[in-house]
């Protein structure tokens, strides 16, 4: 069996369906192929936390329907402290969101065969020209597009992706009923998107709660097995068990409840991308990596990065055709440019963030009380000269440990 297209691509999270949909649009013969069948999709890959922000929401035209609720504040907890920002977001349901991805996709032409596990790349003379699927069956495409994240099959044969284990995030989530997210000892994370930096709880990363709506909120905590993870990790205990210590020794979740069939797992790279294109292929999404590093939101950054491979794949097609390895590096300009302009910055203060003991952390929510109302965003964004307002003279030690740890990496 085998037959052409345009543009293949292999997976249907946001970052492969959005690129669909932006190509469809401009009427190209697009192709997903999902190793999922449809009638449980997205099951095995309904992994998102799913907090987005408005900018997302409006750039993409994405539905209030599949909103579980729209927040009002960005809550930053430490163990002792917090601070809270004022900032709308939406908590998506994720597997609503991706659907609708499907289907927008669907209506402007693009063609979906779920239950079809990509296996690797077809190559004539050193270029993609396909790919191989379900065992023997092919399909031809001027232009293949890897969108299924951290297994990246066809990244990896050709090459293209370096990810390191050791920059690897795991994730583990549960939705939850009778959370009491107005606890009178802690911030008021109602209608709020909160993140908690305890290395007693995660270790070289961060836990959450996601409030949805009433008494329901997401939950859950991820790490990088970094330095940090090394130093503070308790002997014997794995993700699970380090969001069953939360939920046992927080108050808020006294009488919280799982809900069934409300679990999602993930992991995703932490770490500068190298190489993302060559002859007729591009890497987008968590294949490159994208995710945000020092917050973890994925979904912008995947969908931005879907962005830019479709405009990519439309400049290369338009005219006479020319998918070389030349013009498919526009995306890796596009990608530095408009999905991930202050992407080293921002990798350095993941590092130091995660570095940094508990202590630290209750200090720094006082620093940002303390800070301008727009510190935080321009941290956010990167901005190394802000980072300043946030440092101490007592901060020194820790620079030197971070700078000593980034000679030897």
């Known amino acids: 069996m085998s037959d052409r297209f345009d543009v293949v691509i292999a997976g249907a999270g946001p970052a492969g369906a959005q690129c669909a949909r932006d190509l469809a649009a401009r009427e190209y013969d697009v192709l997903v192929l999902e190793t999922e069948p449809e009638a449980d999709f997205p099951r095995q890959s309904n992994k998102s936390t799913a907090g987005t922000f408005p900018s997302m929401m409006a750039s993409f035209n994405v539905p209030d329907d599949v909103v579980m609720n729209f927040t009002e504040n960005v809550v930053l907890e430490s163990p002792n402290d917090h601070f809270v920002r004022d900032q709308p977001g939406a908590v998506l349901e994720f597997a609503d969101f991706k659907r609708w991805l499907v289907a927008e996709g669907r209506e402007a032409g693009a063609e979906y065969r779920f239950d079809s596990r990509v296996s690797k790349p077809i190559t004539e003379d050193g270029d993609v020209v396909g790919v191989r699927y379900d065992g023997q069956k092919e399909v031809y495409a001027d232009i293949v597009v890897d969108a299924t994240g951290p297994a990246a099959p066809l990244a990896k044969d050709l090459g293209v992706t370096d990810l390191s284990r050791d920059r690897q995030a795991i994730g583990v989530e549960y939705e939850f009923e009778g959370v009491q997210v107005d606890h009178p000892d802690f911030a008021d994370c109602r209608d709020a998107m909160m993140l908690r930096l305890d290395h007693d709880l995660a270790p070289g990363g961060y836990s959450w709660i996601f409030h949805t709506g009433g008494d329901t909120a997401k939950v859950g905590l991820c790490y990088i097995q970094n330095d940090s993870h090394r ?67 994925g979904i912008h950054k995947g969908m931005l990065s879907a962005r830019a491979a479709a405009a990519t794949a439309d400049r290369a097609l338009t005219g006479t055709v020319d998918t070389s390895a030349e013009q498919m590096r526009i995306y890796n300009k596009l990608w530095r440019e408009d999905v991930a302009p202050k992407a080293k910055s921002r990798l350095l203060m993941t590092e130091l963030l995660y570095l940094a003991p508990n202590e630290r952390y209750d200090r720094l929510m006082a620093d940002l009380r303390r800070a301008d109302g727009d510190t935080l965003a321009k941290v956010n964004d990167g901005n190394r000269l802000a980072m300043r307002d946030l440092i101490h003279l007592s901060d020194l030690p820790l620079l030197a440990r971070f700078a000593r740890e980034r000679l030897n990496a």
């Open 231 to 297: 130093e503070y990790a308790k002997e014997g205990m794995g993700i699970d068990d380090y969001l069953e210590y939360w939920l046992e020794s927080d108050p808020r979740f006294a009488d919280a409840r799982r809900l069934d069939g409300k679990q999602h797992r993930g992991s995703a790279h932490i770490q500068e991308p190298g190489q993302m294109t060559t002859d007729s292929f591009i890497a987008i999404g968590d294949t490159v990596p994208t995710i945000d590093p020092l917050w973890g939101e």
